[in-house]
């Protein structure tokens, strides 16, 4: 009820994520006979929401949230920064993922950056994703992987560009619109962790849940958020200066933004004596 109550309220435009994610949680959470660890590849520009669902997940399981002992988070860059480790990388990764869910059966792994991760290295994990029972008398089954990307977010915006121009609206968008060629795209991304990777071949991924790009209206409603959390009278012309502020793309229709709701905080600051 927290997960979808918190989704409802702070994710703007994202109808499909929240549906997707409430559903896939829930389900797994509540299946005491699970055949492998739930995985979601989470997709979509920057600033659309994708840390905030992962940070939303993490609160809805435990107390701590991302501060719990048991959520292990992965940025590519600070984890994996050179090519010519992956294989240290590969036996590290392995050792930390067994080591932790041999503690807590109910652990969560977050893997940010993928589309900057080295190919083949999320690979090494793909034994914990399977259909196993046990591996080396440890079960994966109850523990749950998120995946973070920019990959595929082309497609995404493709698919959303194509309604909009045709006067449908977003929410029109189904699943089943773009959740096959968001997986193609990744798949065959080459500066996409998930490059030709064993875990799309196998189908070991549960959802690709695709972000959408974030319109001026979206924007609005970040930046009113971001207000009240501070707690802060909303002043509407200070919404609409900074939603003006933003640019937005493509550059004849001007829809969505570069950047999602990435820079509200930083422009409330110019704003704001905080």
């Known amino acids: 009820a927290a997960l979808r109550e918190n989704l409802d309220k702070r994710l703007f435009g994202q109808h499909l994520v929240s549906k997707v994610v409430v559903k896939a949680v829930r389900g797994f959470l509540n299946n005491t006979n699970a055949k ?3 995985a979601l590849s989470l997709h979509g520009w920057t600033g659309t929401g994708k840390n905030f669902v992962s940070k939303i997940v993490a609160e809805s399981i435990y107390k701590r949230g991302l501060q719990s ?3 292990h988070q992965f940025v590519a860059t600070l984890h994996f920064p050179h090519a010519h480790s992956i ?3 590969k036996d590290q990764l392995q050792s930390w993922i067994r080591g932790n869910v041999s503690i807590c059966p109910r652990s969560l792994f977050i893997f940010d950056e993928m589309d900057k991760m080295h190919a083949g290295l999320i690979d090494s994990i793909k034994p914990f994703l399977d259909y196993y029972e046990l591996l080396d008398g440890v079960s994966y089954r109850q523990a749950i992987f998120i995946f973070l990307s920019n990959a595929g977010a082309e497609k995404i915006t493709e698919v959303a560009l194509d309604f909009w121009r045709n006067g449908r609206t977003r ?4 699943l089943t619109d773009i959740q096959n060629a968001l997986s ?3 798949f065959n991304n080459k500066n996409s962790g ?3 990777s064993t875990l799309i071949d196998r ?3 549960d959802y690709f849940i695709p972000f959408l790009p974030l319109e001026y209206r979206h924007v609005k409603m970040c930046v009113r958020v971001e207000i009240e959390s501070r707690g802060y009278t909303v002043d509407e012309d200070i919404v609409s200066r900074i939603a003006d502020e933003m640019t937005y793309f493509p550059r004849e229709e001007r829809i ?3 950047k999602g709701c990435k820079t509200v905080d930083a422009k409330l600051d110019y704003y704001y004596d905080f």
């Open 171 to 174: 929410e029109d968008i189904q």
């Open 87 to 89: 294989n240290l990388y």
């Open 256 to 258: 969505y933004s570069d």
């Open 203 to 205: 189908n070991l991924i």
């Open 69 to 71: 002992k048991y959520v």
């Open 184 to 186: 193609v795209s990744v």
């Open 36 to 38: 492998k660890p739930l």
């Open 194 to 196: 998930f490059w030709h």
